[in-house]
């Protein structure tokens, strides 16, 4: 198992950017995907972006073109940087780690865009 631990959310206006890390307790070198999920109040938690451990990506139709997902494996982090916002962006974002038969959930960040 890994610990992961969110930061860089925040308040922001719309159209503006954020960057969301994760910092994972141990080498990720190894583990298969690491993504993000998101959950706004009164809805299920749904992915925003994965991303493998050879550096293949896959988004959210909400969000593509407009986030961009990456992995540092030498430094155990994995960040979503977050344009264009929107208010329909803001929720409780989420770091996962997947790594049969293990799956890691961080505490959540929470991103809030005012119109």
């Known amino acids: 198992q890994v610990q992961l631990v969110e930061s860089g959310g925040g308040l922001v206006q719309a159209g503006g950017s954020l960057r969301l890390s994760c910092a994972a307790s141990?080498?990720?070198?190894?583990?298969?995907?690491m993504g993000w999920y998101r959950q706004a109040p009164g809805k299920q938690r749904g992915l925003v972006a994965w991303i493998t451990r050879g550096g293949s990506t896959n988004y959210a139709d909400s969000v593509k073109g407009r986030f961009t997902i990456s992995r540092d494996n030498a430094k155990n982090t994995v960040s979503l940087q977050m344009n264009s916002l929107k208010p329909e962006d803001t929720a409780v974002y989420y770091c996962?780690?997947?790594?049969?038969?293990?799956?890691?959930w961080g505490q959540g960040t929470q991103v809030t865009v005012s119109s």
């Open positions: 996962n780690a997947v790594n049969s038969p293990y799956i890691s």
């Open positions: 141990r080498s990720i070198f190894s583990i298969v995907t």
